[in-house]
């Protein structure tokens, strides 16, 4: 019976986070109400509010559903990446871009960073930063795995240079989000391009003759 309870109330979390990602979708995050994301997952307002107490829970939600989707979906690169640098990371970067608007649209993703810098010290916050530490940590483990293989210069610090790749994927995203505009390839080359010219200053350096 207990398994039966955990795999009902896994069904309608998942219900109830998937109608609130289309309606915040279609209608805008500031124009849904709870009661709104309760009808459209069939189940009563009582029960969503047991689930998610605010509007903001359910976005944070929404983004971790989000985030460990990509990061499992990155994990099979990390095991078995290119045998170059430069291609490992975009193909990396390229799984985390394509993800990004399937649950959230650039208004959603708007509204969570805006709530997790205007309330650094809230629960929200944390958990919004540790989940791009989760995603920071994932770009390390793939340049560990580089370096082990010999493809990046031995003298590197992963964790340091993973920190730096993730920093600047991260910047461009947030670019991307804030213009209504700019289309998903705009980003793909603005990102290549990045990393790239990064990718070439971790290559290992040939010896020189004596």
Not at 169 to 188: G, R, S
Request: charged share 25%.
């Amino acid at each position: 019976m207990t398994g039966l309870r955990e795999r009902q109330k896994a069904d309608r979390t998942r219900r109830i986070l998937e109608a609130a990602s289309r309606l915040f979708r279609a209608q805008g995050y500031d124009a849904v109400r709870i009661e709104d994301i309760a009808a459209a997952a069939e189940v009563s307002a009582g029960t969503c509010y047991n689930y998610f107490s605010t509007k903001g829970d359910l976005l944070l939600s929404i983004v971790s559903m989000e985030v460990e989707e990509v990061i499992e979906a990155g994990r099979a690169l990390v095991l078995s990446p290119p045998s170059d640098v430069a291609r490992a990371l975009v193909e990396l970067i390229r799984i985390y871009y394509d993800h990004s608007l399937n649950y959230l649209s650039k208004e959603m993703w708007r509204k969570a960073m805006a709530i997790s810098i205007e309330a650094p010290a809230t629960p929200f916050s944390r958990h919004y930063t540790q989940l791009d530490a989760m995603l920071s940590a994932q770009v390390c483990e793939l340049l560990s795995a580089l370096k082990l293989r010999g493809l990046t210069r031995g003298d590197l610090d992963p964790a340091v240079l993973g920190q730096i790749v993730f920093s600047a994927l991260n910047q461009l995203f947030i670019e991307f989000v804030k213009d209504d505009a700019m289309p998903m390839h705009d980003l793909h080359r603005a990102s290549e391009a990045q990393t790239i010219a990064l990718a070439a200053l971790m290559r290992p350096q040939p010896e020189r003759m004596a």
